[in-house]
């Protein structure tokens, strides 16, 4: 099982990114994947969910309205759309797969003026 994390960097507030994790070695269409984030001195705290089939999201409540999560099954891949990006969203984000809990390395996210 690999994921691997892409897309992150340094955006002032009120920007955007977007962030990409490529997953590979298990049936990517039948198992949940997550965006998690961990800030500095800060527990691991999950930001967005989205199943198998890409018909249920549930995000935190600290980005709804502003975080979009979606997932392409031909392509094994899962993105984060982040707009509107604030300061409290600085962190290392990381990608999740509910197949045997395996993590992705993680990309920084920096917010900052």
């Known amino acids: 099982v690999q994921l691997v994390e892409s897309g992150g960097g340094l955006v002032q507030p009120g920007g955007s990114l977007r962030l990409s994790c490529a997953a590979s070695g298990f049936a990517f269409s039948m198992y949940a994947m997550s965006w998690y984030r961990q800030a500095p001195g800060k527990e691991r705290e999950m930001v967005a969910t989205i199943s198998g089939g890409g018909g249920r999201t549930n995000y935190a409540d600290s980005v709804k309205g502003r975080f979009t999560i979606s997932r392409e099954n031909v392509k094994n891949t899962v993105a984060l759309q982040m707009n509107n990006l604030e300061p409290d969203d600085t962190a290392v984000y990381y990608c999740?797969?509910?197949?045997?809990?395996?993590w992705g390395q993680g990309t920084q996210v920096t917010v900052s003026s």
């Open positions: 999740r797969t509910s197949y045997r809990d395996r």
